[in-house]
Each structure stands twice: as C-alpha cells, then as structure tokens.
C-alpha cells in the first residue's frame, strides 16, 4: 500500500522541478498550503447540501411550484400487467411490429391497446413538470449563490486583475478561508449531485451524467492537491456565470411563460458564448499555457491540466454549436425555445455537459 501511495504521489508528476512534498509539509505559522485530505471535508458537506436540496425542493420549491400552477399530480398509470411489465423490465420498452402482434395475440388485446399500455407505462418512470420545476429551481438557487460568492470573492483577488498572480511564488501559495471554501464548496455539490442520482428518477443519461459528475469531482481534486486553487477558481467562476441563467429559463419554460423564457434563453446564450468562447480561451487558457510557463515551466501535471482545459474548450465550441443549432431550428419553426430546452443539462464548470434527449 506504502508503495502505490508514493507512486501515486510521485513528486516528479505532481511539483515543479526541485520543489518536494517535504517543502510544503512544514509552512511558517499561520500560513496553509493546500493538502489533499483538506478534500474529505467535502463528504459530510455533500451530504449536508443534499438534505438541504430534499427540504428545499419539498417545502419552497414544491410551494413555488403550486403557486405557478403546477401541480405534483403523477400522470397516467398503466394498469398493473404482469406479462407486460416482464417485457418492459426485461426486453424492450419500445416493442416493435413483431412484439406488439405477439404481446397482442397472448393477451386478447387489440395491438393499439398494447402500444397505449407501453406508451402509459414509459410516461410513468419520467419525472413530471413538477419534479423537474424543483430540481431547476435547486439548481438555479446554488448556481446563482455561488456564483455571486465567488465573484465577490474573486473581486478581492489580485489574480483576477492579473493572472500572473496565479502562477509568481508557485507553488508556495497560501490557501486563503476564503478560497477553500469556494472550491470545498463546488466540490461537495458535485458529489452529491453524484448521491442524488441514486435517489432520483432514474433518466436515460444516469450513465452520462455520472461519468462527467465523477469527472468533475476528480479535475477539482487534481487542480486542488497541486495547488493550482488560483486558475481553478478562475474556471469555476466562468463556468458559473451561465449555468443559473438556464436553469431560470427551464422554470419559465416548466410554468409556461413563453416569452420570459426565450429572453432568459436568448442571455444565457450571450453569456454562454462570451464566457466559453472568449473570455475562457482568452483569459484562463492564456495564462495556464503561457503565462505559467514563462513564469514556473512546464512539468508532468502541468501537461495534464492544461491538455483536459484544451479538451474542455474543444468541448464548449461543440456545446455552443447545439445551443445554436437548437434556437436556429426554434426559430425557423416559429418558436424561439422549443420542448428540448428542458433536457439541456449545463451546470458542471469542469466537464459541464449539455445532453439532448
């Protein structure tokens, strides 16, 4: 065990040249340098954040809900079939020509009436206007306070001013209350957003979205145990700059305002595009390309951060081009944001992702 734990921990990967983790292990009084068990803090506060988010969405978001007319009435259920269930859990929950004519002639039924059965009973396991309207307005909530926390936070930094700053003294960089708690914070809320899906209606992307949460959770965790907390805040903030103007617009969308809903879609495209395509490349990239090798050189994990930054960047132009080709086809039919919009999942600042169902 001794032996993987100093290979994982090799300083050769991790530290620039001639720095070791002996160097960081004894700093002067007062002063804290980012250690990776500061990380497990983020397990009982990600459980904290999903009691939170099941009182909430229950008693001020469902409110918030029946208030707006939404009601948290299940839709129709298919009546009990012990036959069809087997086919459903087991086989297909879309039967083709050749299975509805068996199912049909097993059972009696007329083939339309089979067809209905499978149509009720897949309806059934989607979460309803209601339950989505709450899990939105959770996720706008904690999108919306975090992102005016690490604003504020940042304003104070002179790493915003001038990401240079990210890198001078490197990685002798002090980890601030206030920056820990930032990136503690975005972490505990991705896992348990990673908690949650085991709890939740279980949807078509589980796998996807566990994949990118889990993803998501490792890239904070790698940024934090090199010390690179300074451009990671960076990345959070733009990521956050959008992610809660969507999720506003799913709720307008959910509570059938039309029109607030395409406003609010028409800014997070804005915001979207000018964070991920400009300010992204031109402010975070350029700094952790060039900046940092001017200043600190380049060294194993160095390489790997700024490669999955690139990945990530190739990934936002991919993103940028659905939300483009989404409102283009929205408003050639007439419609500026159609029925996809509430299956857009943007929201994570690392390896975010948008999925279309």
Not at 199 to 211: A, Q
């Amino acid at each position: 065990m001794a032996a993987l734990s100093a290979w994982f921990w090799n300083e050769r990967f991790w530290l620039p040249h001639n720095v070791t983790w002996a160097d960081l292990a004894d700093p002067a009084p007062g002063v804290e340098y980012p250690k990776a068990g500061h990380l497990l803090a983020a397990l009982p506060l990600a459980l904290g954040i999903f009691i939170v988010r099941i009182l909430f969405e229950r008693f001020i978001a469902s409110a918030c809900a029946r208030g707006l007319h939404i009601q948290p009435g299940a839709g129709r259920r298919a009546q009990p079939n012990a036959v069809l269930e087997k086919v459903f859990t087991s086989i297909t929950k879309n039967p083709d020509s050749r299975h509805l004519d068996g199912l049909s002639k097993q059972l009696d039924w007329e083939v339309r009436k089979v067809q209905r059965w499978f149509r009720h009973r897949r309806n059934q396991d989607k979460p309803s206007t209601h339950t989505k309207f709450c899990e939105s307005m959770w996720r706008f909530s904690f999108y919306l306070g975090i992102f005016i926390y690490g604003f504020q936070f940042l304003w104070q930094c002179p790493w915003m001013w001038d990401t240079r700053h990210c890198w001078y003294n490197y990685p002798y960089q002090v980890m601030t209350p206030g920056l820990y708690h930032y990136y503690v914070t975005e972490l505990a809320f991705y896992w348990s957003l990673m908690f949650s899906q085991f709890t939740d209606i279980k949807r078509k992307d589980f796998l996807i979205m566990f994949i990118h949460h889990l993803a998501t959770v490792s890239l904070i965790s790698f940024s934090y145990a090199n010390n690179m907390a300074r451009v990671g805040s960076l990345v959070l903030c733009v990521h956050d700059a959008s992610d809660f103007l969507l999720e506003a617009a799913k709720m307008a969308n959910y509570s059938k305002y039309q029109r607030l809903c395409d406003s609010l879609f028409i800014v997070f495209s804005v915001v979207f595009f000018i964070t991920r395509l400009i300010i992204f490349p031109v402010w975070v990239l350029n700094s952790t390309m060039f900046e940092s090798w001017a200043i600190i050189g380049p060294y194993p994990s160095w390489w790997v951060f700024n490669v999955l930054l690139l990945l990530l960047q190739v990934m936002h132009v991919f993103w940028a081009y659905l939300i483009f080709r989404i409102a283009f086809k929205a408003i050639m039919r007439g419609k500026m944001i159609p029925l996809p919009l509430s299956r857009i999942r943007v929201g994570d600042p690392v390896f975010l992702s948008i999925f279309v169902q």
